[in-house]
């Protein structure tokens, strides 16, 4: 049963472009989340975001900004597009705090040109 | 290095055939998780273990924290078990660090 959801599917874009992925979970959730699967399939850690704290990993590149109206939503905005950035990107979330399952959305695939 | 070690990388089993996915972890940690990635992409939350025994159906996972390890055991194995198998291990609001995977292939 889906209740993370990312929108779109796929995009695909050219190089400099602006794009924005949306999530949204209706699990309830405190903390969101988002990951980045790059093509050798790593997961990787972006963005833990709840409505008291904001955690970016450092090797996040400063184009990439997470962007929440409420706890329901975490949307990704990419201000300026990379090849390095194709990838899946995935959203999640949980109630945060220690020891908590991570729900997670079906990913958005992102293909730049 | 990968703070979070998956073996084997992958796995090729007939029907039927009982397999056993380890997972181990460079740091310490509060918990981990165990996934399983259909082909096209979204993840499936298997496990949340902290710590000892869990099943579920034909799985079981087996989580020895203070050895920083885990185990996934897949018994009578079926083509639908196919595709990928993710653990991660948790620590915080930092969020999860995940391993490469093992990829398991079950044939008739």
């Known amino acids: 049963e889906t209740a993370v959801f990312q929108t779109p599917n796929y995009h695909v874009t050219q190089v400099g472009n602006e794009v924005s992925f949306n999530c949204k979970q209706t699990?309830?959730?405190?903390?969101m989340y988002w990951y980045k699967q790059d093509s050798k399939k790593l997961l990787k850690i972006m963005f833990s975001?709840?409505?008291?704290?904001?955690?970016v990993n450092e090797t996040v590149p400063r184009r990439f900004s997470p962007q929440s109206s409420d706890k329901a939503h975490l949307n990704l905005r990419i201000k300026s597009v990379e090849p390095e950035d194709s990838a899946v990107y995935l959203c999640?979330?949980?109630?945060?705090?220690?020891?908590?399952?991570?729900?997670f959305g079906p990913g958005t695939r992102l293909l730049v040109l | 290095g990968q703070q979070v070690q998956q073996s084997p990388a992958s796995l090729v089993l007939q029907e039927g055939e009982n397999a056993e996915l380890q997972c181990n972890f460079s740091?310490?940690?509060?918990?981990m998780q165990w996934f399983y990635q259909r082909p096209g992409g979204s993840l499936v939350s298997l496990f949340y273990?902290?710590?000892g025994t869990k099943q579920s159906g034909r799985l079981t996972s087996t989580t020895v924290i203070k050895e920083r390890r885990s185990s996934l055991h897949i018994s009578s194995s079926q083509t639908t078990d196919s595709g990928t198998y993710l653990c991660?291990?948790?620590?915080?609001?930092?969020?999860?660090?995940f391993g490469l995977g093992t990829r398991v292939s079950v044939f008739p």
């Open positions: 740091t310490s940690l509060n918990s």
């Open positions: 699990l309830g959730h405190d903390t």
């Open positions: 991660a291990m948790e620590r915080g609001a930092q969020g999860l660090t």
């Open positions: 975001y709840n409505n008291k704290q904001l955690i």
């Open positions: 273990n902290p710590s």
């Open positions: 999640a979330s949980s109630f945060g705090g220690d020891q908590d399952t991570q729900y």
